[in-house]
């Protein structure tokens, strides 16, 4: 090709190689990354994003299928590191770790490694990767985790360290990580795995430019952003202008089980541009459910996305018309050093209350609620072998009914995007447990013309003594349905213990558990959504036949009566009682 023709900002051909090029190579990134990882919330779970950004820290591409509530977020570590060692502080070889809390926003699990991006001597560049690691440190171990009241709890905080400069590993830092971490062998695995992701990365677009030229490629990547920016602009256009305020409530902090935290919203619309103002949210609590500013600011790029350009590939022309309202000192804002362990727990429902806000001006795009937590559980001990594990598990849900279909049954949370539950048979390999049940939780989606998905029913029972942690929200403020749809059901805990007693745990921390007891998880539905009335019996029937809605529900709730289909009677102890 004509050197001149390669040159040229505006080609088109050079400019879809280039769009499709910098996300091919970020999900290839994430390929090597799956592959090499050795914690099942990497390689299973899928619980990482990887990304491309320029010398500013700004978002070039991530990977597809890359956590929601990491959007476009990679570039606040990459920015700080730039603030310290400067552009010229970087070598070719060099890997940063960082996952400080205040610069970050999320619990310390979730460690960002970056690598520098040079072709002929000159940086142009950052391939970054932010993934779960199973253990940081600390008095927090496993998901859920209630009991701590500042930061510095929560494990090992590092703010943008080398851990390998110019290819030389540092060997004071990973003696740091050997030392401090309980999992040190799956800690420091998952950072090798990060930074052969990072070097692919960093490899990949060096040689994009060596292709094309820095810029070339910087014309190219300014116009992909440029076009993400215009097609959001013209969605937020089509929605009158106005200010829209949303109440909601998360159910507790972990602590005070009966005090409820205010989720308030507004959003306004100004022409092309969107404001996103979470001023009047609950003030920070003493307990981990905080998050720091960049994690709820990305909160909000979440729901924007989702609303705006649900179809387009992450960018940072993806965010230019949106700008969010956040004053520091609320449960998204938090002041250091306030605990962040739970921080994305409350972050599915700020995400619904910000459509909520919507849902009168745009009605024929607003889903009701859907099962509104980053539920999970952890359970930790020293198996018959003598070997000290952690299974960790997150659970899917119910979505809202839309206003022209019903709603998603058994998905994770809008937070969660593509991330997957781990396979019963694994957990069952590596672990301790039988997992007795994993299906549908029947009547648990909300009641309307179009129905709320269903949640879950996961049963566990423990072959040895363990210690687990149970974490859910919407326990006590259901999935609220919409235009006349009816609540989700909510969510609950239920412990069978091997003596015959039963326990209802909402939230709890360190729960001690015998070999023979069962711990049974019922997640959420989603709320449904217009009046059930005019829902088909047809479908109503349907439900029935597949167990998804009982027949007593089905007179109840939508009217229908069907002496001849097939009664759904496969709830499990507990569970019609729970709902």
């Known amino acids: 090709m004509d050197q001149r023709v390669k040159e040229h900002p505006v ?103 970056y690598a520098p991006c040079f072709h002929a001597g000159e940086l142009v560049g950052f391939a970054a990767t932010r993934a779960h690691w199973v253990d940081i440190g600390g008095s927090r171990w496993g998901f859920s985790y209630n009991a701590t009241s500042d930061v510095f709890a929560e494990g090992l905080q590092m703010r943008s360290l080398k851990v390998m400069q110019a290819g030389e590993p540092n060997e ?8 401090n971490i309980r999992s040190a062998d799956a800690a420091l695995g998952d950072l090798r795995a990060q930074t052969a992701a990072c070097q692919i990365g960093a490899q990949r677009f060096g040689e994009l430019v060596a292709r094309y030229t820095r810029k070339g490629v910087a014309d190219c990547v300014s116009l992909v952003w440029e076009q993400a920016d215009k097609a959001v602009r013209q969605v937020v256009a ?49 307990s981990s459910v905080n998050s720091g500013r960049s994690g709820g600011i990305a909160c909000a790029r979440v729901a924007f996305k989702a609303l705006t350009s649900p179809d387009l590939d992450v960018n940072e022309g993806c965010f230019r018309a949106l700008d969010v309202v956040l004053p520091e000192g609320t449960m998204l804002s938090a002041r250091p050093p306030a605990a962040l362990g739970q921080w994305s727990i409350i972050m599915p429902t700020v995400i619904d209350t910000i459509l909520k806000a919507l849902a009168c001006a745009i009605p024929d795009r607003i889903p009701a609620a859907h099962k509104g937590d980053l539920g999970g559980c952890s359970f930790h001990g020293v198996d018959d072998n003598g ?24 998905s994770m949370s809008v937070c969660q995007g593509d991330v997957r539950n781990t396979p019963v048979e694994l957990q069952e390999i590596k672990y301790p447990f039988i ?64 003596d015959g007693t039963v326990e209802r745990v909402l939230k709890a921390t360190g729960l001690a558990f015998e070999p023979g007891d069962r711990i049974t998880f019922l997640t959420a539905g989603g709320g449904g959504y217009g009046d059930p009335a005019l829902r088909d019996p047809d479908l109503v029937r349907a439900d029935i036949d597949n167990g998804l809605v009982t027949r007593e529900a089905a007179e109840r709730d939508y009217g229908v009566r069907c002496a001849d289909a097939a009664s759904a009677s496969t709830d499990p102890p507990g569970a019609l009682a729970a709902q």
């Open 11 to 113: 080609d088109p051909i050079t400019v879809e190689v280039v769009r499709n090029a910098i996300v091919a190579y970020a999900d290839e990134m994430a390929d090597v990354l799956s592959k090499s990882a050795y914690n099942m919330m990497i390689y299973e779970v899928r619980d990482y994003c990887c990304g491309l950004l320029d010398t500013q820290g700004r978002m070039i591409a991530q990977n597809r299928g890359g956590l929601p509530i990491f959007l476009a977020d990679l570039g606040v570590a990459v920015k700080d590191g730039i603030k310290r060692y400067g552009l010229d502080g970087f070598a070719a070889g060099d890997v940063v770790v960082m996952n400080h809390g205040t610069v970050c926003g999320q619990h310390l699990n979730n460690v960002v490694v």
């Open 172 to 179: 004071t830092l990973m003696q740091i990580l050997r030392d």
């Open 238 to 286: 089509a929605i009158p202008d106005g200010r829209y305020e949303a109440e909601s409530f998360i159910d507790n902090d972990g602590f005070n089980l009966d005090r409820p935290l205010r989720v308030k919203v507004a959003v306004e619309i100004s022409g092309a541009c969107m404001t996103i103002d979470l001023s009047d949210m609950n003030p920070q609590v003493e």
């Open 387 to 410: 070997a000290p594990f952690l299974l960790m598990n997150i659970f899917g849900g119910g979505w809202g009914g839309r206003p022209h279909g019903d709603g998603a049954s058994a």
């Open 435 to 498: 997992i007795e049940r994993h299906a549908l939780r029947p009547d648990s989606g909300g009641a309307g013309r179009f129905r709320g998905g269903l949640g879950v029913e996961l049963t566990y029972r423990c072959l040895c003594r363990c210690r687990g942690n149970l974490g859910f929200d919407r326990t006590l403020t259901p999935p609220w349905g919409l235009a006349g749809g009816h609540d989700g059901v909510t969510a609950i805990g239920i412990i069978e213990r091997a």
